[in-house]
């Protein structure tokens, strides 16, 4: 995109003038390198501890928005994730939509975003460290919640005055303290532009093209020069053993134990003894079991019964063959059958 020409056409674009002249009002306190740097830096990797989010604060009417707009015309409108609405109750939900690329919040206020709840510290925190966080969406997705870890582009601009002041306990307000502002601030690398646009305000268009082409090339001399000092690279450390089960270092031998190599033949023969006799006793126990089953023959089963429970003895016989039930002949009222 930076070999375009933008729509401006003659080989001139209002855009840079407009840029341009920014940076050379600013120049005291704004390096355009640096700041083409940073957010070179973010777009490639992303936020985090070595790509901090660039954030130009300066004065009303200072032109802060004018340099920035531009990324809209790089990424696309829908493309971007815009600033949240100050009471917005799923503020972040954009996020997980695949599409967007960048986050540009214009006019963003971290401080007071986070005491009204729309942007709390901690996400504000994990969301420009790359770090793992859950986003509230609507009910119908994800039970209302989705991981989020933002690996892409971002920026902001804000005015200076207030913008760091802390947050005290008050009805309808999270308190955002001192400690919690030191932690944001190392989420974003501050470009400040103090001094206005003198003399009558102009339109300017969006130029992606020409942002592109100075982000190149500005982004390249500020490589060549004095740019942030890298994080320190760990060599990293060998690792504690690990305990055995008895609480022991890895390789020590636990009092309670005995190892088959220190048994002497004694010990040995008595652990065969009891293992014998516990076989035995076992097969004693088996064959007892088994006797106990078997039915024996004066059993009640088979043995006659004093007590005739259907008053038909067994069978109908008695012991010496002869039927010891009634009289089939004889009625029950003594009489006979005809």
Known sequence: MAKKEC????????WWEAA?????????????????????????????KNSRVPLIVGSTNAAK????????????????????????????ANLMQEHKRFIYWDEYRPVEFAARGTVP??????????GAMEVTLSQSFNNGNGECRWRRGAAMTSKEEGLWDPVPAMLGLM????????????????????????????????????????LLADAAAFAKGDPEKPLRRLKGKALPPLPDLDGQPAGA???NVVSKRQLTAAEKVLIEE?????????????????????????????????????NHGHLG??????????????DSEGGWFV
Do not use: Y
């Open 7 to 14: 729509g401006c056409g003659g080989g001139l674009c209002q």
């Open 121 to 130: 510290v901690t996400q504000f925190l994990s969301l420009f460290s790359a």
């Open 253 to 255: 031998k636990s009092p």
């Open 175 to 214: 308190p955002v303290t001192n400690e919690d502002i030191r932690h944001m601030k190392t989420r974003v690398r501050q470009f400040p532009a103090k001094v206005a646009v003198d003399g009558d305000l102009a339109e300017v268009p969006q130029c992606g093209e020409s942002l592109c082409r100075w």
């Open 274 to 310: 009891k293992r014998a006799a516990a076989l035995r006793r076992k097969t004693e126990k088996e064959m007892a079991d088994q006797a106990a089953m078997q039915p024996d023959e004066g059993d009640a089963f088979n043995a006659p019964s004093d007590e005739d429970v259907f």
């Open 20 to 48: 341009f002249e920014f940076f050379e009002r600013n120049a005291t306190t704004l390096d355009r390198k640096a700041l083409a740097g940073a957010l070179a830096a973010v777009i490639r990797f992303g936020p985090g």
């Open 65 to 92: 928005s004018t340099v920035l707009n531009a990324i809209i015309d790089v990424f696309g409108f829908s493309n971007i994730v815009h600033r949240p609405g100050e009471k917005a109750s799923m503020a972040l």
């Open 317 to 330: 016989f008695s012991d010496d063959g002869e039927h010891a039930g009634p009289d089939p002949t004889e």
